[in-house]
């Protein structure tokens, strides 16, 4: 905290997929109950994890222009349908879309929303994530995560951690970068951010990944600030 | 309600200055204290009707490519500028940049956050309007209106009643203009949502332009609903 200046921060950005909500556990057990009735064979957790492995790589095709601009639902069933290749597994397209949309409705974590609703009382806070809007405002509003607007990646045509997709969130919100607060779990997020003069805080979530993987450290990475969850942010923001 | 489908619906897109929160007391609230310490000799009520009148001929010069897109912050000054000019008045800078932020606070109508709070349990609901993303977002915030989210004309770089407006407003939103709800008290609004495609309610707001001036009157426009209000709107509805 010393040295951090917290009334030059007028905004706050947060991140969404291991951030704000648990995507391993939704995406896990969501898999798992479609697995099941599918009858395949795959383990839902360590599924959850490979899919995941390839959302940076994909993201990167497109921010790389190796490929036009495409949502992250396209992406996701991309993968997906080359991870269920890989395993040799049959899955009509009705349980592929299912399992798409399971990034859609993911559980906020505990104290999220609490800690949001703190945040809110003295900043303007707002989501930004890779997911589209049409997926954010459905996650959004089914986690009743309070936040003041949503800001996507879509809305620059690129994905995090390219610069343009904060740059175009501090546009959009007339605010200055060095006046923003990037709040995310994963380094290159919290890189990305820094980079294109945002401030940073990293908020630690050691479950992200599930038991087998381990999440992002913020000793691996250097931020202005780092917390323990959304409320321990509030706190030492003063909200 | 003959006749409509209230099940097809799944979202309603909500314009705001006049349907959602009263810009006519607002600004002109505001304007009177502005001018009262310049010593401005103008009526304060004539003056925001007649600001608001330059609304729509300044955003058909944008739609009309006769200039480039510009902020409707940028819009109102310009607007301002000359409507001072031709009354031949002297304010200063600051005062002049605090009437343009007037348009960013304006109180809502009384009934006009429970009235989105009940449609809120039913449809995903969103803000439309030709304010900028940053104006959205400090006005709904501050008037603490229960939007799931917030889109402006300037995702699209147009201004209603441009169709594009409307188009990029359910693309971003992922849903079929059919299953659109547009909710406003502007028979240009209604006509531009219908025209796209839009399903269309028309909420009665007599005094939106103040005692001296006839609101829009919903037997002036086709609209698929009319509604006295946003509670009467959810009752019609079933919220």
């Known amino acids: 905290m010393s040295g951090f200046e ?9 991140d969404i997929f291991g951030t704000t909500v648990d995507w391993f556990s939704g995406v896990s057990g969501q898999a798992a109950e479609i697995f099941a009735a599918a009858e395949v064979p795959l383990d839902a957790a360590a599924f959850a994890n490979d899919w995941r492995d390839m959302y940076l ?3 990167q095709r497109v921010r790389a222009g190796e490929r036009p601009w495409a949502y992250l639902d396209t992406l996701h069933r991309e993968s997906l349908d080359s991870l269920l ?3 040799a597994v049959v899955l009509d397209d009705d349980a592929r879309a299912r399992l798409v949309r399971a990034w ?3 559980p906020a974590w505990p104290e999220a929303a609490a800690g949001l609703a703190r945040l809110r009382t003295r900043y303007t806070v707002a989501a930004l994530s890779n997911g589209g809007m049409a997926l954010l405002t459905r996650l959004v509003k089914a986690a009743e995560l309070p936040f003041d607007c949503i800001l996507s990646a879509e809305l620059a045509r690129s994905y995090k ?5 904060y740059r175009t969130a501090t546009a959009l919100l007339d605010v200055d970068p060095d006046r923003v607060l990037m709040v995310a779990t994963h380094g290159w997020d919290i890189d990305g951010a820094r980079a294109a003069g ?3 805080a990293f908020v630690e979530r050691p479950g992200e990944k599930g038991p087998h993987r381990q999440a992002d450290r913020p000793s691996d990475t250097v931020s202005d600030l780092t917390a323990s969850d959304f409320l321990q942010l509030a706190e030492i923001l003063g909200c």
């Open 198 to 200: 945002l401030r940073t």
């Open 6 to 14: 917290r009334d030059a921060v007028q905004v706050i950005l947060c």
């Open 85 to 87: 290749e890989r395993h």
């Open 161 to 165: 951690p390219a610069p343009k997709v």
């Open 104 to 106: 859609h409705l993911l």
């Open 57 to 59: 790589p994909a993201m």
